[in-house]
């Protein structure tokens, strides 16, 4: 929506504000949606419940409050973006002292029948806070490396927060987010690439300080095949039901019977893609072999994967 915000002009009527608004986006939005309710609703089986029908009932929800912010007069979120960023924070630490845990993470504050993770809150929160930042400093001061200490501080600070609970890829978003930001405010090239330097400099260091079970995760990213009956099984799964989906797709609600939970688990989110790919239409890519079903053996390069329960690997 144009954003109208001269001096001196006249409040837009609600009948205005409303044509302004980016419905082509939306319908975009609604299609690429769709197609997420469509593999819910798949990896359930062939059963709204219980995901799909509640991930349409997420989405309407958020339509209605992007609606209701698209409607707020920019003025407004300019105003508030520090103190929205400052609840955000101190949900952060909130989540320290009284979060729960799940699934080895600990990021989320309960609230009655609700859970709220403080986290995806904060990446509205700063592209707000850094927003309004910028837009106070003018084109010469953002050239000057002391005015970025303040927004670096935006962005490093949740980002630690978060690494604690912990949550390596969120972390991740939020600097990407802070960079974004950073680049539209007008910070030169020069600057990000200084910073990816020291950033790669620095990965022998940081390494040391990650926890065993997310340089694993790095490692078995690499190199899935390192460890097949192990770390890499869930992963070589889903680069199997890739491929197996062939050039036109299984049809829905085949995943969850040719691949069962056991061997490609949390469908509805972690291995979506693989869903996705496994039912529908996709080009097979030339260096993955084809698999016909998670429950039989795979040639992958010159090893054999047997189903993960006979715990063996048979060189030929």
Not at 104 to 114: C, H, L, P, T
Not at 196 to 225: N, S
Not at 296 to 306: A, N, T
């Given at each position: ?7 001196g ?15 082509l986006l939306?319908?975009l939005?609604t299609?690429i ?7 819910l ?28 912010v ?10 508030y ?7 955000a924070f101190?949900?952060l ?9 799940g699934m ?5 504050i309960d609230?009655g029948?609700?859970?709220i ?7 509205i929160?700063?592209?707000?806070a850094?927003?309004?930042?910028f ?6 001061d953002?050239r ?5 200490i303040?927004?670096l501080?935006?962005?490093?600070a ?8 912990p ?33 790669l400099?620095?990965?022998p260091i940081a390494?040391?300080?990650?926890r065993e ?24 799964q889903?680069q199997m ?8 797709g ?5 995943t969850?019977s ?21 039912e529908t ?11 016909t ?7 992958l390069?010159?090893?054999?994967y ?7 690997t048979i060189?030929?």
């Amino acid at each position: 929506m144009t954003a109208r915000i001269a001096a001196g002009r006249k409040p837009m009527r609600l009948a205005e504000k409303l044509r302004e608004v980016n419905w082509l986006l939306i319908l975009l939005l609604t299609l690429i949606s769709s197609v997420g309710f469509a593999m819910l609703y798949s990896a359930a089986n062939g059963n709204f419940d219980p995901w799909a029908s509640r991930q349409m009932v997420r989405f309407g929800v958020g339509v209605v409050l992007m609606l209701g912010v698209a409607l707020i007069d920019i003025r407004y979120l300019l105003r508030y973006a520090y103190a929205v960023y400052g609840a955000a924070f101190a949900l952060l630490v909130a989540v320290e002292i009284v979060g729960d845990i799940g699934m080895g993470a600990q990021r989320w504050i309960d609230v009655g029948a609700f859970q709220i993770q403080p986290s995806e809150i904060m990446k509205i929160a700063l592209v707000l806070a850094l927003a309004r930042y910028f837009h106070t400093l003018a084109p010469e001061d953002v050239r000057r490396p002391h005015y970025l200490i303040v927004p670096l501080a935006l962005v490093l600070a949740p980002a630690a927060l978060v690494l604690r609970q912990p949550d390596l890829g969120t972390a991740m978003i939020l600097v990407i987010i802070g960079g974004v930001l950073f680049f539209l405010g007008g910070v030169r090239i020069w600057k990000f690439a200084t910073v990816l330097a020291a950033g790669l400099a620095m990965i022998p260091i940081a390494w040391r300080f990650l926890r065993e079970y997310q340089k694993r995760r790095v490692l078995i990213f690499l190199d899935p095949e390192s460890d097949p009956l192990g770390s890499g099984y869930h992963l070589l799964q889903s680069q199997m039901a890739v491929t197996s989906g062939g050039l036109l797709g299984q049809g829905l609600s085949t995943t969850s019977s040719q691949l069962p939970a056991e061997s490609l688990p949390v469908q509805s989110t972690d291995f979506a893609f693989a869903v996705l790919a496994h039912e529908t239409w996709h080009r097979r890519p030339a260096n993955l072999p084809a698999a016909t079903g998670a429950r039989r053996p795979v040639i992958l390069g010159k090893v054999v994967y047997p189903p993960r329960a006979a715990h063996q690997t048979i060189h030929v």
